[in-house]
């Protein structure tokens, strides 16, 4: 069961960088190692971001593992050469990084897959967000156009009702009646009460 606090985040009195509270999750799946309530855990709109975040911190501790090592391979090897006979913890040290170096490719690669999938979850919940929001604000519109029909029938009844003596003498009055039921084409009118 993931249980992460918000307070969680940020960094240890220290001053040393507090490691993502999903990291360690992230980190197993990228492996393969997670329940299957966990994938779908991670995977859900709650924590997709979270999610993304432990992924992106997933990478950069590899990429920065990488340099350390390369440089460190570099600084060896450069001591190997300069040496006139040959050191024989070359070759295991060698070996080792090559199959370290092996290893975190192949953990590199699916953590930036499984990154782009986060990606396209994020990308695919904000649309579909977006869609909920559009979709509410038409609601709303057709409300409003609904409310205003209904004004400009009410209106349109009282201009024309014979009882209204006083809004006869009024000049613009046939204008605005023509006005009036040119607007009101079929089609035009929806939501009439």
Known sequence: MLDIQEESFGSTEAGEP???????????????????EEVARLRSPEWVEHWFL????????????FAERKAAYDLRQV???????????????????????????????????????????????KQAQYVKCNADEQERERERRRELWRIFGACRAFLEDEGNIAYKAMPQRD???????QLEEPGERRGVA
């Open 18 to 36: 507090r490691k993502h509270p999903l990291r360690d999750i992230a980190a197993r799946d990228v492996r393969g190692l997670t329940t299957e």
């Open 79 to 125: 001591e190997v050469r300069s040496l006139e006979h040959f050191d024989e913890s070359w070759a295991p040290y060698r070996a080792e990084y090559f199959g370290w170096r092996k290893h975190a490719v192949r953990f590199l690669n699916t953590v930036k897959s499984r990154e782009r999938e986060a990606r396209q979850l994020k990308a695919a919940l």
């Open 54 to 65: 432990a992924l992106m911190e997933l990478r950069q501790d590899v990429e920065t593992q």
């Open 175 to 181: 204008e605005l009646l023509e006005d009036m039921v």
